[in-house]
Structures are given as structure tokens and as C-alpha cells.
């Protein structure tokens, strides 16, 4: 079954750190790109950040540059998302995604994520 | 503020067809591949259409998607109370070199 399994979250008080993970399994994890997504309550979707398939590049939103760094160990089918100096505006769900990838050229489709965890809370607060 | 502009509701009777908008720019939607996502009460966003107007493997025909010049559009037909959700649409900003989301529009099945 394709899935993806998060873990780490919780409450941190504001300036703290904390890491996420999300563990791949079903599918060859080291051909898709990979992207955090969050959602504070109540709220609507925001594109977090974006790792390619061997790390060489990725993305963030302006929010969390310089804070916020994603990485991956395709050895350990896994992607990371370390938080450091959070904020209460980073209260969120966290949802990592897999980015959707035609099956025959390859070709990945930057925006769409076809495969979903289940979410994780982060709640930054004193 | 979101990038993307989204109409905050709709509403329709069970089996007529609705329309959700999402408006863009030339440096998002007029150049880039629109995706549509439904987010049901509690649970994980899941991928309706990309590519504009492609549906993933699963996702029934009643949901469609086009795109003309900076704006896309998301069709459902034969609505369903299970349809009830939030929708989104998202696309790569090769301004912003970001994804893009706009805020959302809650369907309202009557």
C-alpha cells in the first residue's frame, strides 16, 4: 500500500526547534519529489517547502527562509522537515506529500500531490 | 491573502452541476499547471485534478477541470452530499518560485 506515515509534532514553546518525519512506503520514494504542506486553523492549505528527488534543490515559502530546512534520506525512504526559531504563526497541521509523476516520462507535476499523510500538529505557544 | 482567488462558498441541490472559480496570474495559472484538491472535514487534502484537467486514477468523471488564459475551473456534476467539502486549486508561481494555493471555497450541498 502506498503510503505515508508522519511523525514528531506537539506543543513548543515560541523560539523552540522541533522535527518532523514521514516515513514512505509502496512506492520508490527516490523518484518523486517530496513537500511539506501546512494548515493553521481553521485556515486554508500553504505550500511549505519542496525537496527534488536526490536533494540537490528545493524550495520554500518566504515565511520560513533561514528557519526552516528540508531533507531526505532516500536510503531510509524518509523526508524531514527540522523547525528551528518557530513562531506562533507557524501553528499548523503539517501534511507531507508526494508530488504526482507521470509513470512513463517521468515528468513531475510541480503543485500536484497525488499521495498525502495523515498530518501532524504543531502547536507553538508558551 | 492568498495568490490564487477563490470564492469563499457555493451551493447547489443534490444532482445539479456547480462551478468553483480560481483566478490567477500570467506568472501562476496563465503559465502553469493547475491542480484542484478536496479536503473533507478533518481529514487529508486529495488530488481531484492536475495538469489542468487530468483526474488521477480513481477520481470519478463528475469532477472536471479546465483553464482558460489566467483563470481555471473546477466542474462537478450529479452532486452528492458526500461531495460537501473545502476545494482548493494550486499551481507552481515562477515568480515566486513557489507553490500557490488559493484560500478555499466550502461547497454546500442543499
Known amino acids: 500500500e502506498v503510503q505515508l506515515v508522519q511523525s514528531g509534532g506537539g506543543l513548543i514553546p515560541p523560539g523552540g526547534s522541533l522535527r518532523l518525519s514521514c516515513a514512505a512506503s509502496g512506492f520508490t520514494f527516490s523518484s518523486y519529489w517530496m513537500t511539506w504542506v501546512r494548515q493553521a486553523p481553521g485556515k486554508g492549505l500553504e505550500w511549505v517547502a519542496s525537496?527534488?528527488?536526490?536533494?540537490?534543490?528545493?524550495y520554500y515559502v518566504d515565511s520560513v527562509k533561514g528557519r526552516f530546512t528540508i531533507s531526505r534520506d532516500n536510503a531510509k525512504n524518509s523526508l524531514y522537515l527540522q523547525m528551528n526559531s518557530l513562531r506562533a504563526e507557524d501553528t499548523a497541521v503539517y501534511y507531507c506529500a508526494r508530488e504526482h509523476s507521470d509513470i512513463l516520462t517521468g515528468y513531475s507535476f510541480a503543485g500536484a500531490f497525488d499521495i498525502w499523510g495523515l498530518g501532524t500538529m504543531v502547536t507553538v505557544s508558551s | 491573502q492568498s495568490v490564487l482567488t477563490q470564492p469563499p462558498s457555493v451551493s447547489a441541490a443534490p444532482g445539479q452541476k456547480v462551478t468553483i472559480s480560481c483566478s490567477g496570474s500570467?506568472?501562476?495559472?496563465?503559465?502553469?499547471?493547475v491542480s484542484w484538491y478536496q479536503q473533507l472535514p478533518g481529514t487529508a487534502p486529495k488530488l481531484l485534478i492536475y495538469d489542468n484537467n487530468k483526474r488521477p486514477s480513481g477520481i470519478p468523471d463528475r469532477f472536471s477541470g479546465s483553464k482558460s488564459g489566467t483563470s481555471a475551473t473546477l466542474g462537478i456534476t450529479g452532486l452528492q452530499t458526500g461531495d460537501e467539502a473545502d476545494y482548493f486549486c494550486?499551481?507552481?508561481?515562477?515568480?515566486?518560485?513557489?507553490?500557490?494555493f488559493g484560500g478555499g471555497t466550502k461547497l454546500t450541498v442543499l
Open positions: 525537496i527534488k528527488q536526490d536533494g540537490s534543490k528545493k
Open positions: 494550486g499551481t507552481w508561481d515562477s515568480s515566486l518560485s513557489a507553490v500557490v
Open positions: 500570467s506568472s501562476n495559472i496563465g503559465n502553469n499547471y
